[in-house]
């Protein structure tokens, strides 16, 4: 634990990631995670994972924007990806924070931007993902998720399990009808607000995977954790419960046996696509998340 602490620490470190975002040596590092910098590259990486059985959706990184023009770009890239998708006959798909549509700057304006999105993805047959940041940001996602929701159907959000108030949130947004991805957690929280243990985490998961999958919300089991995984296999078989009624969701180069794995097993698995320049803050919480990972960056340090 104290190892993630330290890492989810740097990931805002702003001296840090400004070297680190312009080293040609960490850009090469991060590339097992990032699927390039432009959005054709990741289109590319959308295609061939598409004729591997597996679908996506794409994020563009960046986080807390600091004007409304930088938001609006954000926005309109975002336009763009639904395009770039459709255009290439891949589920027009995409991840979203609300810090990087403008809501630290205006609550109104960061609400007409998603909204502008959300309504394109509903015109498209597509989706939009909000993205959960730090608990700081819970009460105000989950409301803006909600109204866009219940406006378009084109919007579901994302729920952490290591938070205390998870279980009702799930209650709330399930009965509202949204679709939610169950994750973990990768923000430095404190113990007011989260568990601290793993052990804690993985039963607050189960529990509300469980919850999930009983719904019929078509969930996504956003995990790379085995044990969960073949729990929440279990429960699903032995509830009756099809594997065409929820997904399995992973981050893009993290635990590639694995995906492989659930794919020949016949389960949907759809894959988080990062791409783009601000890639720091998305790498560290990565490295913090998973030993392995960091084991992996050592390994390709010393192939060097």
Not at 63 to 76: F, M
Not at 150 to 162: F, K, L, P, T
Request: proline content about 3%; glycine content about 6%.
């Amino acid at each position: 634990m104290p190892l993630r602490r330290t890492l989810l620490y740097l990931s805002r470190h702003p001296a840090l990631r400004g070297w680190t975002e312009t080293s040609p040596l960490a850009r090469s590092l991060s590339s097992r995670f990032v699927a390039g910098s432009t959005l054709e590259e990741a289109i590319a990486v959308c295609i061939r994972l598409r004729a591997e059985g597996i679908t996506t959706t794409l994020d563009y990184l960046g986080e807390h924007v600091k004007s409304p023009g930088e938001a609006q770009a954000c926005r309109d890239m975002y336009l763009r990806m639904l395009h770039a998708m459709r255009a290439a006959a891949v589920e027009p798909n995409v991840s979203v924070k609300l810090s990087q549509f403008g809501i630290d700057i205006s609550a109104s304006e960061c609400v007409a931007n998603v909204e502008l999105l959300v309504g394109k993805a509903a015109e498209v047959g597509g989706f939009v993902r909000i993205d959960m940041e730090s608990s700081a940001y819970t009460e105000r996602t989950l409301e803006i998720a909600a109204r866009l929701h219940e406006r378009y159907a084109a919007c579901g959000v994302v729920i952490q399990s290591y938070l205390y108030r998870s279980g009702a949130d799930v209650a709330k947004a399930t009965a509202q009808g949204m679709r939610i991805r169950l994750c973990k957690g990768a923000y430095l929280e404190s113990s007011s607000v989260a568990y601290e243990t793993k052990a804690q985490v993985d039963h607050s998961y189960a529990t509300l995977a469980g919850y999930l999958l009983s719904a019929d919300r078509y969930p996504a089991i956003a995990t790379h954790d085995e044990r969960i995984i073949q729990t929440v296999r279990r429960f699903a078989d032995r509830h009756g419960i099809g594997r065409d009624r929820f997904e399995f969701q992973m981050l893009y180069g993290i635990r590639r046996d694995l995906q492989k794995q659930l794919v020949d097993a016949g389960y949907r698995l759809r894959l988080y696509v990062p791409f783009g320049e601000a890639w720091y803050p998305y790498f560290m919480r990565r490295l913090a998340e998973r030993p392995a990972n960091l084991l992996f960056l050592a390994r390709n340090l010393l192939k060097r």
